[in-house]
């Protein structure tokens, strides 16, 4: 079925080769990413996102991380920061002031999970979001925190969710949405329901069905076959994105879809 919102992308087929051609060639004019996550029993999405970011093409990367971590890292680690703990070891209400400072600097922020599951965290997560009005990526766990304040969210602009589909169903649920989402529907039907979602709401959402990448922003759709799940939920497809949108902060759903062909 032809659906003029459905637009479908291969390998060997971009949609919008314009986004990787126009990438910045320097440095000091490819944007400033802020990645943010982690806690006491582990940093690796962080990480791996800083490291992608960079790779990517990003102008520069800062990551913030919770200070219970300050002895795990050594301290000639370059682009970290650290911010005020809570018992649990994650980011402590009191982080909100380097978070701010973060959001000021960057031209984007990463929310890339490895996060925990503290109420605490959870609570400045969302008066960060609700502050800050530049692009932001919501991936991983840091997804699941955020998700009580999902009216918020779901209303703010410049807003991207890369989640799973378990988490894509519980979002609709939490926003009484009137569409059942189920892990055997077909993929039209999926598409249909993003397209219907996000002429509702201001954000761009990217899921996983069907080994099928499915983008939605502003009622348009794209799609594109993806048999590498483990890229989603290690983070790296979220830190290209994130790079890939602080380029374009006004076309999200091209700037998703053309950072799914780079390596």
Avoid: C
Avoid at 43 to 62: C, I, K
């Amino acid at each position: 079925m032809e659906l003029a919102y459905w637009q479908r992308q291969t390998p060997e087929q971009p949609l919008f080769p314009d986004i990787e051609w126009n990438k910045p060639e320097q440095r000091s004019r490819a944007g400033k990413l802020g990645i943010i996550g982690g806690n006491k029993l582990g940093f690796a999405g962080v990480a791996e996102a800083y490291s992608t970011a960079l790779a990517s093409g990003v102008g520069e990367a800062r990551a913030l991380l919770p200070d219970v971590l300050k002895n795990t890292l050594p301290r000639t680690m370059a682009g970290v920061t650290y911010a005020p703990s809570n018992p649990s070891g994650g980011l402590a209400q009191e982080s909100i002031s380097e978070l701010r400072a973060l959001s000021t600097w960057s031209d984007g922020l990463l929310l890339i999970g490895d996060a925990g599951r503290n109420s605490q965290t959870a609570i400045v997560y969302s008066q960060l979001l609700r502050d800050y009005q530049g692009p932001a990526a919501i991936t991983r766990d840091a997804v699941d925190l955020v998700r009580n304040d999902s009216a918020t969210l779901a209303a703010r602009p410049n807003t991207v969710l890369i989640l799973s589909f378990a988490q894509l169903q519980k979002l609709f649920r939490t926003l009484y949405y009137p569409k059942i989402l189920t892990f055997s529907m077909q993929l039209l039907q999926l598409v249909e329901a993003l397209h219907k979602f996000t002429v509702t709401y201001p954000i761009t959402i990217t899921t996983l069905h069907q080994d099928t990448l499915v983008t939605a922003s502003s009622g348009k759709v794209a799609t594109m076959p993806w048999n590498d799940p483990m890229r989603i939920w290690r983070g790296t497809v979220a830190a290209r994105a994130s790079v890939y949108y602080i380029w374009n902060p006004s076309q999200p759903l091209e700037a998703i879809t053309a950072s799914l062909l780079s390596k």
